[in-house]
């Protein structure tokens, strides 16, 4: 599985962006699209998920605030992100699980800036 995350940038405080994951190859494996992030100087951390069968979860600090979204072939992954704070600032990846393998696929991650 190839996976590849686009539409990160430069926002305000407030203001929103919206995130898009284009995942290529065997896709039909895939049981669950995640969005992990990582800021500067700390770990990587999940920021919300949703399985093939819509089930979501996401972080304390970004419920209500973010929706996950794929779409039924699990070949297109989104994250919009509303009322962004600093704190939001991170490089954000696109990560897909196969529970029948227990592989986890990786794409480049796209940098999210939040100014104050």
């Known amino acids: 599985v190839q996976l590849q995350a686009s539409g990160g940038g430069l926002v305000r405080t407030g203001g929103s962006l919206s995130l898009s994951c284009a995942a290529s190859?065997?896709?039909?494996?895939?049981?669950?699209m995640n969005w992990y992030r990582q800021a500067s100087g700390k770990q990587r951390e999940l920021v919300a998920s949703?399985?093939?069968?819509?089930?979501?979860h996401y972080h304390d600090s970004v419920r209500g605030r973010f929706a996950i979204s794929r779409d039924q072939t699990m070949s297109t992954l989104s994250l919009q992100m509303n009322n962004l704070k600093p704190e939001d600032t991170a490089v954000y990846y696109c990560?897909?699980?196969?529970?029948?393998?227990?592989?986890?696929?990786w794409g480049p991650g796209t940098q999210v800036t939040v100014s104050s």
């Open positions: 949703i399985t093939r069968g819509g089930i979501t």
């Open positions: 190859g065997s896709i039909a494996s895939i049981n669950a």
């Open positions: 990560n897909a699980d196969d529970w029948g393998s227990a592989k986890h696929y």
